[in-house]
């Protein structure tokens, strides 16, 4: 079954990168691992699954492993993409979840997940496409067709064997998004 291979992948992923970690605390391709494995895990639950309560804890240790990373390694992009989500998604809830998530240590706020998001996807190595497909999806949500737009083209360009991107922009111009 696809859940149970995905799940040993993220195990073996996990004990392999903290392994890493206990011999080499610093250790960037370790720390952007468990960072990864934890977004994975987070996304699973909240876009598979629709558990977006269950995705909370995944989250939070995704954003804890990217500022570890980041600590050590300031201008690693790809970091970036899992702490801009958080504050973005977040930022994005309704008054009453915001307190009750800041009280749990979350940070709720959607301009600066933006930007965060924003570097991602200029300098990104790993992540920089899927920061993009992010943020036409968040720039749609803000009412900011052109900067969605923008977004896919660049994705277009790039995945030119992917009609999805095609289809969105001629929504866009539609006026359907």
Do not use: C
């Not at 876009?47 to 390694?73: K, Y």
Request: aromatic letters at 8%; charged letters at 25%.
């Amino acid at each position: 079954d696809a859940r149970a291979r995905f799940d040993a992948a993220l195990r073996r992923s996990e004990a392999l990168a903290r392994a890493r970690i206990a011999t080499e605390p610093g250790n960037t391709d370790a720390l952007f691992a468990l960072t990864l494995d934890s977004g994975l895990q987070a996304d699973y639950l909240a876009l598979i699954e629709n558990r977006n309560l269950a995705a909370l804890g995944p989250t939070r240790r995704a954003t804890e492993w990217a500022h570890r990373l980041l600590a050590v390694a300031p201008g690693y992009g790809a970091a970036y993409l899992a702490t801009g989500l958080s504050k973005y998604l977040i930022g994005s809830s309704s008054a009453p979840v915001r307190w009750i998530l800041s009280l749990g240590g979350f940070s709720a706020d959607k301009r600066q997940g933006i930007r965060e998001l924003e570097w991602t996807a200029k300098s990104g190595r790993y992540l920089a496409p899927f920061a993009r497909l992010l943020l036409a999806v968040a720039y749609l949500r803000e009412h900011d067709g052109p900067r969605a737009r923008h977004m896919l083209e660049q994705l277009r360009d790039e995945f030119p064997q992917n009609p999805l991107y095609s289809r969105e922009i001629a929504r866009i111009d539609a006026g359907r998004n």
